[in-house]
């Protein structure tokens, strides 16, 4: 990843500077989200998401490529009355923060080799939550261009050693044609 990236995400997130809803998916899922523990959202943007996640409770790590993101996640967690740690960290060729973590979320950001590294974040029964759009999405949107979809059914499959909960592939209410993930770490044999 060069600098160049980090400058094209930094001019992207400074031209909406306006602040997002927390995700719509997320936010469906709260009566099965910890409510303690630590969370690592990756790619996490401007925050809204993470901050709404220190909210209910979590200790939450942010990581993202951008600076302007990160300064923007910390201005909204001061808003919103919490603290989050927030790592500039290029998640294509840095290690992400050491977990193990209650809950690692993903949303809308694909970097394939990562998701590699999840299940080694989680703690034993570990949530993680992953939301991406797929190949489909094209029929109605220019972007994400291609490279950034998942095929059809491929989720599942990159990440082989975590229990899926659930797993649909659908137009969303917002019409985007989403891949989306829960899936657990398995409790560790006792
Ligand atoms: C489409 S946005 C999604 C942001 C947030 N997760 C959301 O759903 O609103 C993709 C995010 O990935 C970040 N990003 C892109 N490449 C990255 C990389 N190599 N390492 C870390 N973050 C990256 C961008 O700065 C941006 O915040």
Same mark, same amino acid.
């Given at each position: 990843?060069?600098?160049?990236?980090?400058?094209r995400?930094n001019d992207?997130?400074?031209?909406s500077?306006?602040?997002?809803e927390?995700?719509a998916?997320?936010?469906?899922?709260?009566d099965?989200? =910890?409510r303690?523990?630590?969370?690592?959202? +990756?790619a996490?943007?401007p %925050?809204q998401d993470?901050?709404?996640?220190?909210? !209910?409770?979590?200790d939450?790590?942010?990581v993202d490529?951008s600076d302007?993101?990160?300064?923007?996640?910390e201005?909204l967690a001061?808003?919103?009355g919490?603290?989050l740690?927030r790592?500039?960290?290029?998640?294509?060729?840095d290690?992400?923060?050491p977990?193990p973590?209650?809950l690692?979320?993903?949303?809308?950001?694909l970097w394939? =080799?990562?998701?590699?590294?999840v299940p080694g +974040?989680?703690?034993p029964g %570990?949530?993680?939550?992953?939301?991406?759009?797929? !190949?489909r999405?094209?029929q109605r949107h220019p972007h994400p261009s291609?490279?950034?979809?998942?095929e059809?059914g491929?989720?599942?499959t990159?990440?082989?050693e975590?229990q899926s909960?659930s797993f649909?592939?659908?137009w969303?209410?917002a019409?985007?044609h989403?891949?989306?993930?829960?899936?657990?770490?398995?409790?560790q044999?006792p």
């Amino acid at each position: 990843m060069s600098q160049e990236e980090r400058q094209r995400w930094n001019d992207k997130h400074q031209q909406s500077s306006a602040p997002r809803e927390p995700s719509a998916f997320l936010r469906s899922l709260a009566d099965r989200l =910890p409510r303690k523990g630590r969370a690592l959202d +990756l790619a996490g943007g401007p %925050g809204q998401d993470a901050c709404w996640l220190a909210q !209910r409770g979590l200790d939450v790590t942010l990581v993202d490529i951008s600076d302007v993101a990160l300064a923007q996640a910390e201005t909204l967690a001061r808003d919103a009355g919490v603290s989050l740690t927030r790592l500039r960290l290029d998640l294509e060729s840095d290690a992400p923060p050491p977990g193990p973590f209650d809950l690692v979320v993903c949303l809308n950001y694909l970097w394939r =080799p990562l998701l590699a590294a999840v299940p080694g +974040l989680l703690t034993p029964g %570990g949530l993680f939550v992953f939301a991406q759009p797929t !190949r489909r999405n094209l029929q109605r949107h220019p972007h994400p261009s291609a490279r950034f979809l998942l095929e059809e059914g491929e989720l599942p499959t990159l990440l082989p050693e975590l229990q899926s909960l659930s797993f649909t592939e659908d137009w969303t209410d917002a019409g985007r044609h989403e891949a989306r993930l829960v899936a657990r770490k398995l409790q560790q044999a006792p």
